[in-house]
Nanobody
Framework: VQLQASGGGLVQTGDSLRLSCAAS????????MGWFRQAPGKEREFVAS????????YYADSVKGRFTISRDNAENTVYLQMNSLKPEDTAVYYC???????????????????????WGQGTLVTVSS
């Protein structure tokens, strides 16, 4: 299994970026997908998730209204559109795949890094002030 994240870079406050994560070696449509981020000296934190079935989404409060997660099951790819970027968004961004048995398990596990099955290598986003 491989998750290949891309699209990071150096931008200014207020700019936009679109991250992509291409998956291979797994039945992509059977997994929920998530984006996490980790800033220097901080723990990895949840950013957004998208369910495998109906594509419903969930966001951390810190990015709600600015970031949009989406997926293309035909292309085995998940995206994170990031608008109105702030310096506090600076971090390495990781995509991850989550298998789950039922809706209850998804709602319980979607924000927990330890519950995800597979991880990408990360892509660095730096937002200058």
């Amino acid at each position: 299994v491989q998750l290949q994240a891309s699209g990071g870079g150096l931008v200014q406050t207020g700019d936009s970026l679109r991250l992509s994560c291409a998956a291979s070696g797994l039945a992509f449509s059977n997994y929920a997908m998530g984006w996490f981020r980790q800033a220097p000296g901080k723990e990895r934190e949840f950013v957004a998730s998208i369910r495998r079935t109906d594509g419903s989404t969930y966001y951390a409060d810190s990015v709600k209204g600015r970031f949009t997660i989406s997926r293309d099951n035909a292309e085995n790819t998940v995206y994170l559109q990031m608008n109105s970027l702030k310096p506090e968004d600076t971090a390495v961004y990781y995509c991850a795949a989550l298998s789950y048995r039922d809706s209850g398990a998804y709602y319980r596990d979607r924000t927990q890094p330890s519950k995800y099955d597979y991880w990408g290598q990360g892509t660095l986003v730096t937002v200058s002030s």
